[in-house]
Each structure stands twice: as C-alpha cells, then as structure tokens.
C-alpha cells in the first residue's frame, strides 16, 4: 500500500510542477518576477499563521471524531498520523488521506473501515462550509449560482445516503446476493456505524461551522495577498471567490485541484477588474 501511495505522490508532484510550468510560461514569467518583487514580504508570518490556523482547526476535528467514534490514541500518535495525511492533500479530493486509517490500524489495531469514515466525513463538512459559502456570495454577487446550488444539493444527497438505516439496508441485502461482496458485510456495517455518527444532525452542524471558520483562515490569506496589488477587492468577495475556487478544484478530482482552483481564482479575479498585468 505505502509503495503505492509513494508512487502516486511523486505522480501528483510532477503534475503539480507542470501545472505550475504552464501557468509561469502563460503569464510571462517576467511579470511573475515583477510581482514578487511588489510584494510585502513582512505579510508572510500573519500569512504563515493564518494558515497554521487552518492545520490547527482541521486537528481539532480529527480528535473530535476520533472521540466520536471512541477510537483511543495518544495526542503525539494522533498529530503524528494527522500531519502524516497532509501529505496526501495533493490527491483526488484530498482521498488519499486514508492514509491516516491504514496507520491508525498499525498503531492500535482498529479497523480501516471504522475510521476510513472520518475522512469522508472532513471531507464532507469541507465541502458543505464551502458550498454554503460559495452559495452565499453566489446569491449577493450574482455569480455561479446554479453551480454552486448543484453542489450543495449532491452533498445533501451523499450525507442522506450514507446516514440512512433504510438505504443501508438495502445495500446490504443487495450485497449478500453477490458471492465477493458477502465477506465484506462486516466492514460495510462499520463504515455505515462509524457515518452515521459523524455525520449525525449535531456533529455535522457543528464541524460544518468549524470548517466555515478554518477555510476562512485561509480566505482572509488570500484577501491579504490580492490586496497587496491594489486589487479593490474586499474581503467579502475575497472570501467568496477563495470558497467557490476551492470546491470548483475539488469537484475536478484532480490532486489538490491543480490548476483549475487557480485558474478559477485567475478567472474570477480578471472578470472582476484585477490587471493580469
């Protein structure tokens, strides 16, 4: 598995490299140079801290559910296999992050299928604050509304279908009719357990808030750095354009979203009066 997931990370990376490439060569590489050198280079520890916010708060939530679901790991084990999945963020839709099941089995034997639901449920609570607040600025700006309403709504479904004793059920029935499917019986009912906790009525409102709050660390970043090229643009917008790039990239399924959260980014920053000078 670990070769694999080695394999598939030197992958990510030099999609990302040529990614980057292709964005230097398409914007003039001079004129990438020219705008680091405008750059205030003193905003990089609020910058740096904003985004350590972020790491912090998404470490929150790893704890949380971990207690939800009353898996028992020491703090250090728990931020050592926490900081461990980071490093799989540049994967389709951040699922490489599994990682942190497989290793959180090497430690205190429990089962992948038992807190592989974790990740999905980060994922899910991301995804919802993010929507929703792409859904909010859509309506106050006019812009992406049917988009982002799409988004919302096949996120409403997912959460119904992995909560829902009745469709589980069915699932299952449907599954002990299939001869391969039959052994892994045991390992749906843990994901189906370890879900329906995590995403239950209290847990998601709450953690959907905390991801709200985390990717708007990040948000105000980029309001910070787009401001410091005198781009007119104020915070509110910030925030939505950063929200709406972001689920744009994860909805692609490319690793990390490479290129089209930034080109989105780009787009929305251009159709909005910033220089692409």
Same mark, same amino acid.
């Given at each position: ?31 990438? %140079?020219?705008?680091?050198? @405008?750059?205030?280079?003193? +905003?990089?520890?609020? !910058? $740096? ?5 972020? /790491? =912090? ?60 639901? %974790?990740?999905?449920?980060? @994922?899910?609570?991301?995804? +919802?604050?993010?929507? !929703? $607040? ?5 309506? /106050? =700006? ?74 708007? !660390? ?60």
């Amino acid at each position: 598995m670990l070769k694999l997931l080695h394999k598939k990370i030197l992958l990510s990376i030099a999609l990302a490299a040529i990614i980057y490439l292709a964005f230097i060569i398409y914007a003039d590489y001079q004129k990438i %140079i020219l705008s680091f050198s @405008r750059f205030n280079w003193w +905003l990089m520890p609020v !910058l $740096l801290f904003l985004s350590l916010g972020n /790491y =912090f708060t998404r470490f929150l939530k790893w704890q949380y559910y971990l207690k939800l679901i009353k898996v028992s790991l020491k703090m250090l084990d728990s931020l050592a296999i926490f900081l461990s999945g980071l490093v799989m963020s540049v994967t389709p839709g951040k699922m490489g992050e599994l990682l942190k099941s497989y290793l959180v089995k090497q430690v205190n034997s429990t089962p992948v299928s038992k807190t592989a639901p %974790i990740i999905f449920a980060e @994922r899910i609570t991301d995804f +919802l604050a993010l929507t !929703l $607040l792409s859904v909010l600025g859509a309506h /106050y =700006f006019n812009y992406g509304k049917i988009i982002a309403i799409v988004i919302l709504g096949v996120i409403l479904i997912g959460i119904i279908i992995l909560t829902n004793r009745k469709i589980f059920e069915i699932i299952i029935r449907f599954a002990l009719k299939i001869n391969f499917m039959e052994k892994h019986v045991l390992k749906m009912q843990n994901i189906y357990d370890s879900s329906s906790t995590l995403l239950s009525f209290f847990p998601l409102m709450t953690m959907t808030a905390l991801s709200a709050f985390s990717w708007g !660390l990040e948000g105000i970043g980029y309001y910070i750095v787009i401001s410091n090229f005198n781009s007119g643009f104020n915070l509110i917008w910030s925030l939505f354009s950063y929200s709406f790039a972001t689920i744009v990239g994860a909805v692609s399924m490319l690793p990390g979203g490479l290129g089209v959260t930034e080109g989105s980014l780009t787009l929305m920053s251009v159709q909005q009066g910033l220089s692409q000078n």
